[in-house]
């Protein structure tokens, strides 16, 4: 057992006059020890040298020990070499199980659980990790030192460039499929038939897979298994109304579909359009004649509004610039016309939220409360967290002072100060979240929220007002003074993952990234493990004084 206080209380041990130790259980003497392998110092038998059976086994004096015994009782270096060794398995195995091949599953899921926490992870991911904790690649491999040990070895940069390597394969390769003309693996029929076998199974899930997607939508899939080969491919389908059409599989999962219905104009568009139609509300499509040369996506005229979709992958920089967004919103202002930018991830994940913002920009609600009628308190950082992350296109935020209005016990509004760290300058506290319930109204709330913040805490405060959906008004009215407008922002976007910039900065990466490499920029290293960029508008940037 190690040597530590509880161990000595645990087992019931007590020290000797001689400095040994004797056990009140078996009244045997004990004695200290440093183990061979490890160092740490334990209490054991007389003659014990380790402190475990791991470290045992790990010592090189016992596992010489070992190997000569095997050597000398079989002539090979491991026991499983043996060909005695193996045949007396099988025997076992026949015996036990009914089958030289069984191999106890249930056991080795057991281990890897024990092990790795989990039964599907294995030898391989560990190395993976080893990889990337230790040169910052989980891919890693040292190309140059393989390449002078085959140099050395094989007269190449691989084994078999070596004439005798090439003669053994060949002739392992005749034995096994017993034909004295092939020269490697692949022209013999067995592999020939697994490589056809595995392409047309890829081609069969590919096949039903698109087909099902298709069938959600209510399209039929009109390719043949046979065109669905490696790659982008065209599919061709039939739409809900009858049209044939195509379009690239890629085309697809951006968002396009039958050209006859819906032309150029993405599905969310045409799902913006009309809700807001079923509202009553007079939609504009497509209009190209306000701020040429651009378009605006859904134009409201009567509250001369305007609403742009940003697919994730057709509004990032690797195909527009990244004051497109900045240059609309800029013309629409010129204009007298506020412009909404919606991010696909938002419409997709966060539907109910935009609709919220949208319609509060119409001054349509569900629910008006007055603020009068509502108690101010400050509340937990779960409460603040679980509000925002129902009610806030952002999500929760980092804030030290949390306030809320309650509107008969209800959580009804918030808002969140902390502290922003300037660059180059002092901390200054920032007015970070003010939010409300989905489709509700609280006339005089932030006003309320603000005056308990203002007349209990000292400093001056900033906030930003996001020119994606916001044009300001709100912090005018709390007594903001305008300060500047910041230049547009970028996001990194992997998928339907929209992540900003700060959580990429080149000094993270190397813990964050499969790939990285330290001689390149943060947004080289970016690129080479898949992730592209999408800017915002800037902000609007107020201070309360």
């Not at 209380?9 to 061979?36: E, I």
């Not at 030898?123 to 491999?141: A, E, F, L, S």
């Not at 305008?482 to 922002?489: A, D, G, K, V, Y």
């Amino acid at each position: 057992m190690l040597y530590n206080e509880e161990n000595i209380k645990l087992f019931n041990v007590y020290k000797t006059k001689n400095g040994n130790y004797r056990s009140k259980a078996n009244n045997k003497t004990y004695y200290m020890h440093n183990c061979k392998t490890c160092g740490i110092c334990f209490i054991g038998h007389k003659t014990q040298q380790y402190c475990s059976h791991s470290c045992s086994m790990n010592n090189n004096l016992t596992q010489e020990k070992l190997k000569k015994t095997i050597m000398d009782k079989y002539g090979v270096e491991y026991a499983l070499q043996s060909s005695k060794i193996r045949e007396k398995g099988n025997i076992t195995k026949q015996y036990l199980y009914n089958d030289v091949n069984y191999v106890n599953t249930k056991k080795a899921i057991k281990t890897k659980v024990n092990r790795y926490g989990n039964q599907f992870k294995s030898i391989i991911q560990k190395m993976r990790q080893t990889k990337k904790d230790r040169y910052g690649d989980c891919n890693y491999v040292n190309r140059n030192k393989a390449e002078n040990t085959n140099q050395i070895k094989y007269g190449g940069t691989y084994p078999l460039a070596d004439k005798k390597i090439q003669e053994k394969s060949i002739k392992t390769i005749r034995k096994k499929y017993n034909n004295n003309s092939i020269i490697n693996v692949f022209q013999t029929d067995h592999v020939k038939s697994i490589i056809q076998k595995h392409v047309k199974n890829n081609r069969i899930v590919r096949y039903d897979n698109l087909k099902n997607i298709l069938n959600l939508e209510g399209y039929t899939l009109l390719n043949s298994v046979d065109d669905f080969v490696n790659g982008d491919i065209i599919l061709k389908f039939m739409c809900p109304v009858g049209h044939i059409d195509r379009i690239t599989t890629s085309n697809w999962y951006k968002g396009s579909r039958c050209g006859k219905c819906f032309g150029n104009r993405s599905v969310a568009e045409l799902e913006i359009s009309k809700w807001l139609q079923l509202l009553n509300i007079n939609v504009v499509e497509n209009d190209r004649s306000i701020i040429k040369p651009y378009e605006l996506d859904v134009y409201l005229p009567e509250h001369s509004i305007a609403i742009e979709y940003n697919g994730l992958y057709w509004h990032s920089d690797c195909i527009i610039d990244k004051n497109y967004h900045l240059k609309k919103t800029e013309l629409c202002e010129s204009s007298g016309i506020q412009l909404i930018h919606i991010f696909e991830n938002e419409w997709l994940f966060k539907k109910d939220i935009v609709k919220s913002v949208i319609l509060s920009k119409l001054g349509i609600y569900d629910t008006k409360i007055y603020a009068r009628k509502c108690d101010t308190r400050l509340i937990s950082s779960k409460e603040k967290d679980d509000f925002l992350q129902t009610n806030h296109l952002q999500g929760k935020d980092k804030s030290s002072i949390k306030l809320g209005l309650f509107y008969n016990d209800e959580l009804v509004s918030i808002m969140t100060f902390g502290k922003r760290k300037i660059t180059g300058g002092t901390p200054k506290t920032e007015l970070i979240r003010y939010c409300t319930k989905l489709n509700t109204i609280v006339i005089g709330g932030g006003s309320k929220l603000f005056s308990y913040y203002i007349n209990r805490y000292e400093g001056n405060i900033i906030t930003y007002a996001d020119r994606r959906y916001s044009d300001g008004t709100f912090y005018g009215k709390l007594k903001f003074v305008f300060n500047h407008i910041s230049p547009p922002c970028y996001y990194y976007v992997k998928g339907y993952n929209v992540t900003h910039r700060s959580m990429y900065q080149k000094h993270m990466l190397k813990n964050k990234l499969d790939i990285f490499d330290e001689t390149l920029t943060e947004y080289e290293n970016m690129i080479n493990n898949g992730f592209r960029r999408i800017w915002d508008c800037g902000n609007y940037v107020f201070e309360f004084k």
